[in-house]
């Protein structure tokens, strides 16, 4: 229950929404202080996904600052096409928001051309949470140590390297596959139904070679069972300051060549400009807190400097126009 501080602290907010309101279209709805319940934030994965793991992190301090509880629903399936629909379709009055990775909303158009929403019409992205990026691992018994030295090996061994991925479509075949392109390497694309029986066989030497994401990968990397060549994503991870990125493996070729595994907020679309800025604000916050950070990084997850909500709507839509380039070409389809 808000004591008498909690009350005055969110006064000024409250009022600052309700003047925005005015010109809004429906402003007489939002005269109000926001929020004045319960903010409900829908994961459209399983538990333990990046996107939980960054909600659950988020959702308590979150709490603290809003003055209301802010509850986790996990509303999966259809690679996040669900969860996202539900809140695609619900009221656009910052209540019910969507935590999630790209691959609903930069991916997943691209392979499914039925989709029970627009990923661009639909959604107002809020602010970006965190990312983690996609390590390129190998067996320890794999005669390569550095990427260099590995397109090296797959010049003059034309036709023999295989890749394992999680699945067709899925960022660690996608992340492997602009890594083909930019090097002109030729990797032949082993899918695999889930990371433990990828893992499986990359650490018995069965397959040479995989990106995958750090929540999944790191640990066999620090208990030695394989070694990580270099991380897809654009900056070395505070994480795991020791690998190198593809830019600084000096190909020039990966010069420009980063993938990030992120995760971001999403309101429904003709959510208030005020409500969104105001959210925005608070996550930032959070997105500051070193206790978050600490829960975050603690389930390997890099957490973003604050933007604002245009910053993350342009981030967005480059997102989106890049993974169309590079999905394009091989004709993924969805199953």
């Known amino acids: 229950m808000p004591n008498a501080n909690s009350s005055r602290r969110w006064l000024i907010p409250g009022l600052f929404l309700a003047m925005c309101a005015l010109s809004l279209p429906g402003g007489s709805v939002w005269a109000q202080a926001f929020p004045n319940k319960v903010v409900r934030i829908v994961v459209p994965f399983p538990p333990g996904n990046a996107s939980d793991v960054a909600a659950r992190a988020l959702s308590d301090k979150l709490s603290q600052r809003l003055g209301q509880p802010v509850i986790i629903e996990n509303k999966a399936g259809a690679a996040g096409a669900l969860g996202a629909e539900f809140v695609a379709k619900a009221a656009p009055d910052g209540y019910t928001l969507m935590i999630t990775s790209l691959s609903p909303i930069v991916i997943s158009p691209h392979i499914n051309k039925k989709l029970p929403y627009d990923a661009l019409k639909d959604f107002v992205p809020v602010a970006r949470i965190g990312y983690t990026g996609m390590i390129l691992v190998v067996p320890t018994n794999f005669p390569v140590n550095t990427v260099p030295e590995l397109l090296a090996y797959a010049k003059n061994n034309p036709g023999k390297l295989d890749y394992a991925s999680v699945g067709a ?3 660690s075949m996608l992340t492997m596959e602009v890594f083909k ?94 409500v969104v800025n105001f959210l925005n604000q608070e996550i930032n916050k959070v997105l500051e807190d070193p206790e978050f950070k600490k829960r975050a990084n603690g389930q390997s997850l890099d957490v973003y400097t604050p933007s604002t909500p245009a910053q993350f709507t342009d981030y967005v839509k480059t997102e989106y126009n890049r993974w169309s380039d590079i999905i394009k070409p091989l004709k993924i389809e969805a199953n």
């Open 169 to 171: 479509g899925t960022l």
């Open 181 to 274: 392109k930019s090097t002109n390497t030729d990797i032949q694309h082993v899918p695999y139904k889930g990371s433990a029986q990828a893992m499986t066989d990359l650490i018995g030497g069965t397959i040479p070679l995989m990106f995958d994401g750090m929540t999944s990968s790191y640990s066999h990397v620090k208990a030695g069972k394989l070694k990580a060549l270099a991380i897809s994503a654009a900056k070395r991870s505070e994480l795991a300051p020791e690998i190198p990125t593809l830019r600084e493996t000096g190909i020039t070729s990966l010069l420009d060549v980063s993938v990030d595994g992120w995760t971001g907020i999403f309101a429904p679309q003709g959510t208030p400009v005020a």
